[in-house]
């Protein structure tokens, strides 16, 4: 377990839950996706941190980059508001 790992667990978390709550006011549809994946990705990242799954950290920035570029398909796609 490493210090820098644990920092940025916390960051993605942070960034979720920051989503999720602009999403809530402003209703744009990357708000609401993000919101409810980066905390869920953070749990992972945490579990992670204190060993009880194990994988590269190379595939939790793979999935936040995925999370982030996908939310913002259906905006482009279909609609901006939810």
């Known amino acids: 377990m490493t210090s820098e790992h644990l920092i940025w667990v916390v960051g993605v978390a942070w960034a979720g839950v920051g989503c999720f709550l602009n999403g809530r006011s402003c209703g744009r549809v990357h708000c609401r996706i993000d919101g409810i994946l980066l905390p ?3 749990i992972a990242g945490v579990l992670n941190v204190v060993s009880v ?3 590269d950290w190379n595939l939790f920035w793979l999935a936040f980059i ?4 996908a939310s913002f398909v259906p905006e482009l796609t279909w609609k901006k508001y939810a």
């Open 40 to 42: 869920l990705l953070s």
């Open 53 to 55: 799954v194990s994988f």
């Open 66 to 69: 995925l999370i982030l570029s």
